[in-house]
């Protein structure tokens, strides 16, 4: 049914609203997967997610979708984070200039 929360999300087959079902899926039946490899999450993102709140999950899947390293991305700015979420090249541009 699932394969993992990262892939599914990124692929349309799931938002990050199904979060907790897809937790609870995993508690609920045998899988042959860790928590973490079931949500598709490295060490890092996996140690973050613990230290933070589910609100994580969308500058992971972000990151995922742009192919942006997550750890890289944490150490930005907010405005180099905005950069780095954009698809707009002017607004990334634009941001860039404000910071020099």
């Known amino acids: ?3 993992n929360f990262i892939y599914d999300c990124l ?4 938002t990050i609203r199904d979060l907790n079902d897809y937790i609870e899926y995993w508690h609920n039946n045998e899988t042959t997967n860790t ?3 079931f949500l ?3 060490d890092y993102e996996y140690e973050q997610w613990g230290k933070s709140s589910d609100s994580i999950f969308r500058d992971i899947l972000s990151c995922r979708q742009n192919g ?3 750890e890289s991305y ?3 700015s907010e405005n180099e984070r905005i950069a780095a979420r954009s698809y707009n090249q002017e607004k990334i541009d634009m941001i ?3 910071n020099e």
């Open 11 to 14: 692929n349309a087959e799931a």
């Open 1 to 3: 049914m699932y394969k």
């Open 40 to 42: 598709g999450l490295t």
């Open 96 to 98: 860039k200039r404000e």
């Open 68 to 70: 942006n390293d997550f």
């Open 74 to 76: 944490e150490i930005l």
């Open 35 to 37: 928590l973490q490899e």
